[in-house]
T-cell receptor, first 113, second 112 residues
């Protein structure tokens, strides 16, 4: 089935130890998004891509980076995770920016020890 | 004023009744509106989208849009315990066309 896949589903890292989260999609959508969601809060947009055109939200910390090597894959790198970065990280895709719904992957739950 | 506002709840509704969830948005030119359901610890799941004024029905769900009042709602008929979740309203704002803005969600609890 066409879908959005995230790996790993659960990630435990140590304070300051770099971590990479991955997302892949079989929907062939142009747009990919990364969100951070903490308990009882709305998803917070970190980055989005239209194809390889990268867009960084103004309040996304420099500690967060992203790569999209091809249409299907997108990565979120956290260079030096802090305790405040523990959250659910959600990848979503959309056919276009406007007029189309976003489809979410299952998320990666990040724990920082 | 927040761009997309929802009552955080919890909203408690008896099983079998109609649950009514409301959302207001700030940008009058917005065109696309979405409702997502999110179970605890899971990712958001799209349940409805609406682009035109009026009602859109899909099974037990009805989305209602009133652009003049900048208001979108979701009705759930014959509420079931499995409907207990957080419902996120999301809007493709005219001013931020490249993304959708989420409300903080309304927590719905269906009591048997």
């Amino acid at each position: 089935d066409a879908m959005v896949i995230q790996n790993p589903r659960y990630q435990v890292t140590q304070f300051g130890k770099p971590v990479t989260l991955s997302c892949s999609q079989t929907l062939n959508h142009n747009v990919m998004y990364w969100y951070q969601q903490k308990s009882s809060q709305a998803p917070k947009l970190l980055f989005h891509y239209y194809d390889k055109d990268f867009n960084n939200e103004a309040d996304t910390p420099d500690n967060f980076q992203s790569r999209r090597p091809n249409t299907s894959f997108c990565f979120l790198d956290i260079r030096s995770p802090g305790l405040g970065d523990a959250a659910m990280y959600l990848c979503a895709t959309s056919r276009e920016y406007t007029g189309y719904e976003q489809y979410f992957g299952p998320g990666t739950r990040l724990t920082v020890t | 004023q927040k761009e997309v506002e929802q009552n955080s709840g919890p909203l408690s509704v008896p099983e079998g009744a109609i649950a009514s969830l409301n959302c207001t948005y700030s940008d009058r030119g917005s065109q696309s509106f979405f409702w997502y359901r999110q179970y605890s610890g899971k990712s958001p799941e799209l349940i409805m989208f609406i682009y035109s004024n009026g009602d859109k029905e899909d099974g037990r769900f009805t989305a209602q849009l009133n652009k003049a009042s900048q208001y979108v709602s979701l009705l759930i008929r014959d509420s079931q315990p499995s409907d207990s979740a957080t419902y996120l309203c999301a809007v493709n704002l005219y001013s931020s066309a490249s993304k959708i803005i989420f409300g903080s969600g309304t927590r719905l609890s269906i009591r048997p």
